[in-house]
């Protein structure tokens, strides 16, 4: 049986091995922290002992990896699936439009959806629609303009338009604002949301914290086929010879015993592992990294009727109800990122009062988390550098959300990314 190290507990890593186990490879994962999940986990909190993320999760319908992941480790039951779109906008005047699908004559449910999205003026509307069904006619890779922002203003869509309706999806999907981010990566999934079918463009929730749904299945199919999970030990250094990985050294103990390695960690990780090929460090001067801010909010005499809210204009993008407690999400956060905990909590609280009528007596208690370097920024320059799962050296794969899948920093990108280099191994090894 050969045997795969692979180096990295986020999800990439984890998809990675369990499709390697699954194809009768042996394999080891090496994880630097105490803990898997990488930029996607949950934690106790101590002072009420819910179970809480380090950031809220929205995966979608369209999330064809994931979901087949989440089927494999045995916990696709643990998500909240809806069978259309529906999404609910709140504005500061704390009224509220539903951009919301019927279940029958698709595609063109869609365009009657948005055709009844009463955020916006008739005409805006009409624009939009237009604009959708040239959507669906284009090729990603035909659009020549910089940025979403030109593209969108090349295609008649106001700044009214893009307050109400893009920027809300782009910011959500690219954590990244719309005159950084690429029109192509946004367009692809603008198709992939909208033209693949009713679920596709539905909000996928998990039910439990997402150690639960990703970590501890996977955990317990490595105990169940004999495989290895180490935890706190660091992948430091490589030694190639002839074209391919002969060692590594870890912060504990030198490994010489596998036939493949792949490295399922983030672009920032792989500077700091000595004795890679040199093209594999200058990704990182290409792509640069954006923040997300998240602040769960303990309430009492105080209760949402849905699942989820998007405000308009506001600060804050998406409100999600745990019913005992909200958990807030700020993208394309870098602005707040020095500000302290509670400048924070004063934003997000005063824009609460305003969208939600939430006030100060109906808050227990709240967690700021902030994420630095949450996801890397889509634009176009990201698109030449983000590498394939293969390297120049034979035997070393790449894994994560930043290699070359043609989606933004996402799980279903890191899903995609360790399936990717778990088959081409597999293929590999039948040559
Ligand atoms: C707050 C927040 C909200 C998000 N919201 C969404 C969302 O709504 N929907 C969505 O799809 N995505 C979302 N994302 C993005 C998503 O979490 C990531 O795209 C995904 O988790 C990345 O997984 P990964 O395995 O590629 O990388 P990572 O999760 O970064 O995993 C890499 C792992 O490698 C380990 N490692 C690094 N170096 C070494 C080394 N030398 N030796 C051993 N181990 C090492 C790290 O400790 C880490 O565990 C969000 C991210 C954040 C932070």
């Not at 990295?8 to 994880?31: D, M, R």
Request: proline share 3%; with cysteine.
């Amino acid at each position: 049986m050969k045997k795969c190290l692979v180096i990295g507990g986020g999800i990439a890593g984890l998809s990675a091995a369990t499709y390697l186990i699954k194809n009768n490879f042996q394999v080891e994962l090496i994880e630097a922290s105490p803990k898997l999940g990488g930029r996607a986990y949950s934690f106790s909190d101590k002072v009420t002992n819910i179970t809480l993320d380090n950031g809220q999760h929205i995966l979608m319908g369209c999330y064809d990896e994931t979901l087949k992941f989440l089927k494999m480790i045995g916990s696709y039951n643990q998500l909240k699936l809806h069978k259309y779109l529906d999404v609910s906008f709140i504005d500061e005047q704390q009224a509220e439009y539903n951009l919301k699908a019927n279940l029958f004559f698709y595609p063109l449910n869609i365009l009657s959806a948005l055709l009844k999205y009463s955020a916006l003026s008739l005409d805006e509307r009409i624009r939009v629609i237009l604009f959708a069904i040239k959507l669906f006619f284009t090729n990603p890779d035909s659009i020549k303009e910089e940025n979403i922002k030109q593209w969108l203003f090349k295609n008649l869509q106001t700044e009214k338009i893009n307050k109400a309706l893009w920027e809300i999806i782009a910011v959500g999907a690219l954590n990244s604002s719309l005159d950084k981010s690429s029109p192509k990566i946004f367009a692809s999934i603008l198709k992939k949301i909208f033209f693949s079918g009713n679920f596709s463009s539905t909000i996928v929730l998990p039910k439990v914290g997402l150690s639960e749904l990703f970590c501890v299945p996977t955990e317990i199919f490595f105990d169940e086929t004999n495989n290895k999970i180490v935890y706190s030990e660091k992948l430091m250094e490589v030694s190639i010879e002839n074209e391919r990985v002969i060692k590594v050294q870890t912060s504990k103990r030198e490994i010489t015993d596998f036939d493949y390695l792949i490295l399922a960690v983030p672009f920032f990780g792989i500077e700091k592992i000595v004795g890679l090929p040199v093209d594999l460090y200058s990704v990182g001067k290409g792509l640069s990294y954006s923040s997300i801010v998240g602040c769960h909010i303990f309430i009492k005499d105080f209760q949402l009727e849905k699942d989820f809210y998007a405000l308009l204009n506001s600060t804050v993008h998406w409100v999600f109800n745990h019913k005992s407690h909200l958990t807030i999400v700020i993208s394309d956060s870098d602005y707040l990122i020095s500000k302290s905990n509670e400048e924070i909590k004063r934003i997000i609280f005063t824009e609460l009062q305003k969208y939600l009528g939430l006030e100060e007596l109906n808050i227990l208690s709240s967690k700021i988390i902030k994420e630095k370097r949450a996801t890397f920024i889509p634009d176009q320059k990201s698109i030449k550098v983000r590498p394939s799962v293969k390297t120049s050296v034979s035997n070393l794969l790449l894994a994560g959300d930043w290699i070359q899948t043609e989606l933004p920093a996402t799980i279903e990108s890191a899903v995609l990314s360790g399936r990717l280099a778990a088959e081409t191994i597999v293929i590999e090894d039948e040559n």
